[in-house]
């Protein structure tokens, strides 16, 4: 089992930046790879991006390029996600998700989910 706690979230105007953490414990982070997700209000919940277990591959959906950047620190079993540049359209419940190495990647299974955090941009 992986519990996984978001942080980081809240109210930010458009242009600016939020980081958000995703602190785990129960077993070795090092071994999952590790996504962010988000929920818009009556929206599909929708990729955002992905980090291997290792730290060498990363993956984001297009609208988030170039603005967001995931990173990880397994000595500290945590995973970041650096919004910049944010828009209104990235107001959202953001969720972090792990899923175990042995899935592969890309295509990763995310089996375990933290309670998400809300990040509101206003215009």
């Known amino acids: 089992q992986v519990q996984l706690v978001e942080s980081g979230g809240g109210l930010v105007q458009a242009g600016g930046s939020l980081s958000l953490s995703c602190a785990a414990s129960?077993?070795?982070?090092?071994?999952?790879?590790v996504a962010w997700f988000r929920q818009a209000p009556g929206k599909e919940h929708e990729f955002v991006a992905a980090?291997?277990?290792?730290?060498?591959?990363?993956n984001y959906v297009d609208s988030v390029k170039g603005r967001f950047t995931i990173s990880r620190d397994n000595a500290k079993n945590t995973v970041y996600l650096q919004m910049n540049s944010l828009e209104p359209e990235d107001t959202a419940v953001y969720y972090c998700?792990?899923?175990?190495?042995?899935?592969?990647?890309?295509?990763?299974?995310?089996?375990?989910w933290g309670q998400g955090t809300q990040v509101t941009v206003s215009s």
């Open positions: 980090i291997k277990w290792s730290g060498g591959f990363t």
């Open positions: 129960g077993q070795p982070f090092s071994n999952y790879n």
């Open positions: 998700a792990a899923g175990h190495r042995s899935w592969g990647w890309p295509g990763t299974h995310y089996n375990y």
